[in-house]
């Protein structure tokens, strides 16, 4: 919201994998830059993925990066849901549907609490046409919004946690846990990695230093819509 008027923006998020080898004293530790955003929030959202969802495990050992398109600052519990879908996508090479939407607090179990404005927020975006399915906290309120004909060019989706709207938006892939890539050692005790030529922590056929996953994990740049807040 700015003011009393709802607002769509576009959020991105990006995730790479940071070479930090903290027991052999070598790289730098992950990053996280939030731009436009809360970093409070931010921060504590890469923790509820990384303890809530299986695949998300391996925030830990990234660099993670979001921000508000266009320079926009929308800082309000109300951006938690996308963000957190934004960086979840990227983490997992997950591409989102097109003409997606979502608001809603993250709270720190994993679960969506409502958010204030909730009706404006949809009107908004139902008359600016640009998304078609909305994934939303499933509050007292919303089936009763689902049957307004105002939002009838809209699919509100309720969801009760994080994962469920997880799951609507990049499907399964958040519950299965990273795979772990096998290692060799060398003749006199170093690692050497898998399938590679050792040291840094690249996919298949880089080498692998200490927590290589299977994957190149954060490569895409996905974003994800919302109504801003207040």
């Known amino acids: 919201m700015v003011g009393n008027r709802a607002v769509v923006m576009e959020l991105q998020a990006m995730v790479s994998r940071a070479a930090y080898n903290p027991g052999a004293g070598g790289g730098a530790p992950p990053v996280r830059s939030a731009a436009g955003v809360s970093r409070e929030r931010f921060t504590q959202l890469t923790h509820v993925l990384a303890k809530a969802l299986p695949a998300c495990g391996q925030l830990g050992v990234c660099h993670v990066y979001c921000t508000v398109v266009r320079g926009a600052s929308f800082k309000e519990p109300a951006a938690d849901l996308p963000m ?28 969506l609490r409502g958010v ?94 200490d927590l290589g996953f299977t994957g190149s994990g954060g490569r895409g740049l996905w974003s994800s819509e919302w109504a801003a807040g207040r």
């Not at 709207?165 to 892939?173: C, D, E, K, S």
């Open 84 to 111: 957190a879908i934004a960086i979840a996508a990227s983490l997992l090479d997950a591409p989102l549907p097109p003409r997606l939407a979502a608001v809603g607090e993250v709270d720190l179990a994993g679960r």
């Open 116 to 209: 204030g404005s909730l009706e404006a927020r949809l009107l908004e975006v139902a008359a600016l046409g640009c998304c078609e399915r909305v994934l939303v906290p499933a509050v007292e309120g919303v089936k009763k919004l689902a049957c307004d004909a105002r939002l009838a060019s809209l699919e509100l989706v309720p969801c009760a946690t994080l994962r469920d709207a997880l799951v609507h938006a990049i499907g399964t892939v958040v519950d299965k846990p990273p795979e772990r890539r096998r290692r060799r050692r060398q003749p006199g005790g170093g690692d050497m990695g898998d399938d590679g030529d050792g040291g840094g922590m690249g996919g298949d056929g880089d080498g692998g230093d």
